[in-house]
């Protein structure tokens, strides 16, 4: 499967590359060709499932996880103060994914800078949204973060929409990090340096379920 956004830039270069083939000028021709061949690996989009308990909070990047600590002032204003990022490089998947399912109650978006990804400061002045879910197991924080190659960051939802865990939330062209908030009740299953697959693998376990 491939992301809907991701066909223009597979379909573009690829009739590009082939009318400068036609036309015989294939030192343009293959390079714009490969270009396209690269955004049809790059907007993959596989199937995930994620097997774990209902209190589990699902990854919601694939990548490397480059933070697992203290959040910063204003998300622990808000009653989360643990903080876990993961950067995703270009040859990563770039499909977010819902960590758990809830219900879209905030949403911002700040147009910023395009800083290096794996910078802490990105977190606070790159481009980004501020997504705030609440579901059984209480709220949660993601932001979707731009870095230096990164163009646009996608989001699909609006305040009131409700996700299932591992639904799709959107995506980051051409590689960037998300950071997820959780309560300080979380348990978190993660450390720095391991590898991680959006709406598949654990990050932390969250508390009572508000249900019970």
């Known amino acids: 499967m491939i992301a809907p956004e991701g066909w223009i830039f597979v379909w573009v270069p690829v009739c ?5 083939l036609f036309f015989g000028a294939p030192w343009l021709g293959g390079p714009v060709i490969a270009l396209g061949l690269f955004a049809l690996f790059f907007f993959r989009n596989p199937d ?11 990854s919601p ?6 933070v697992v600590g203290s959040a910063p002032d204003e998300l622990a204003a808000r009653g989360l103060p643990r903080q876990i990022s993961v950067f995703m490089s270009v040859f990563d998947v770039h499909v977010n994914r819902a960590p758990t399912a809830g219900e879209l109650i905030d949403y ?6 395009k800083i290096s990804a794996f ?5 606070l002045e790159n481009e980004q949204n501020l997504s705030v879910w609440e579901g059984a197991f209480g709220r949660i924080a993601l932001k979707q973060i731009a870095g230096l190659v990164a163009r646009r960051i996608v989001f699909d939802h609006t305040p009131g929409d409700c ?7 959107g995506l980051i062209r051409y590689g960037s990090r998300v950071d997820i908030f959780l309560p300080d009740n979380a ?23 508000t249900e019970s």
């Not at 590009?16 to 400068?20: E, F, S, T, V």
């Open 119 to 123: 910078k802490d400061k990105a977190s």
């Open 163 to 169: 996700v299932k865990r591992g639904d799709r939330i």
């Open 48 to 58: 995930r499932q994620c097997d774990h308990s209902s209190e589990v909070a699902c």
């Open 16 to 20: 590009l590359g082939g009318a400068a």
């Open 187 to 209: 348990q978190t299953l993660v450390r720095v340096g391991d590898r991680v697959r959006a709406g598949e693998s654990p990050l932390a376990i969250l508390g009572r379920s």
């Open 108 to 113: 911002q978006y700040n147009k910023g800078r």
């Open 61 to 66: 990047a694939d990548g490397k996880v480059i």
